[in-house]
């Protein structure tokens, strides 16, 4: 069993910056590639942020030059700098791990961008 944690969501004002954090853990050495997902209300999950295990990153043209996603690959771990937010950034954020073929989800955790 792989489980995915998130930590690091909250509340914070336009312009601010939220650091998330994701570890896994299980029985799994090395997880191709983790990344970020977001829903927010009355919307789809969209794709935020990802990274492979030899840190090629990818990133949605909306969050383009304010996220930085970064990872930790002998732990596992994948970490979200998100600078310059805006409230269209207010979602639940969902950390997510494709290994091959097979996906895992964390459970999400809150970010709210409001004055």
């Known amino acids: 069993q792989v489980q995915l944690v998130e930590s690091g969501g909250g509340l914070v004002q336009p312009g601010g910056s939220l650091r998330l954090s994701c570890a896994a853990s299980?029985?799994?050495?090395?997880?191709?590639?983790m990344g970020w997902h977001r829903q927010a209300p009355g919307k789809q999950r969209e794709l935020v942020a990802t990274?492979?295990?030899?840190?090629?990153?990818d990133y949605a043209d909306s969050v383009k030059g304010r996220f930085t996603i970064s990872r930790d690959g002998a732990k596992n771990t994948v970490t979200l700098q998100m600078n310059s937010l805006k409230p269209e950034d207010t979602a639940v954020y969902y950390c997510?791990?494709?290994?091959?073929?097979?996906?895992?989800w964390g459970r999400g955790t809150q970010v709210t961008v409001s004055s």
């Open positions: 997510h791990g494709n290994d091959y073929g097979t996906n895992y």
């Open positions: 299980g029985t799994i050495f090395s997880i191709h590639t």
């Open positions: 990274i492979t295990k030899r840190g090629t990153t």
